[in-house]
């Protein structure tokens, strides 16, 4: 099973090797799909866990009770077709291919499943037909 979250690691918590840790004891595997780290400030993370359902939920649980916030992604933007006019902006601003231009119909497509929900394409849409469902 994978799922897919942002973690934001408080100052205090950036600089500890929490993820590694987290991996050995759970048995799990990771992709970072983003992040932004700095020192003395909020860490940012977008990962997938892969592994047993129970050890990514147990490992979470011990993430958050040692005060990291966490939010699970379970495709939280989606287009909106109608509103779509296939300018493809949203398609240049997508980092993980999500927003892509079909070949055959020249239409811009999203795959939910590849979204890490960093909202690129909410700001970048001018008819507003990427929005989140938060």
Request: include cysteine.
């Amino acid at each position: 099973m994978e799922k897919k979250f942002v973690m934001h690691f408080p100052p205090i918590l950036v600089d500890k090797p929490m993820i590694s840790n987290i991996v050995r004891k759970y048995d799990l595997e990771f992709n970072i799909l983003k992040a932004f780290v700095s020192p003395e400030e909020e860490g940012v993370l977008v990962i997938a866990f892969s592994g047993e359902e129970k050890n990514v939920f147990e490992a979470i649980e011990e993430l958050k009770e040692k005060g990291v916030k966490i939010q699970l992604i379970e495709s939280d933007i989606k287009m909106i077709r109608e509103r779509c006019t296939d300018c493809s902006v949203c398609v240049g601003l997508c980092p993980t291919g999500a927003l892509y231009i079909d070949r055959e119909s020249y239409e811009v497509k999203f795959k939910p499943e590849k979204c890490i929900a960093c909202e690129l394409c909410i700001k970048g849409c001018p008819t507003e037909a990427m929005v989140s469902t938060i």
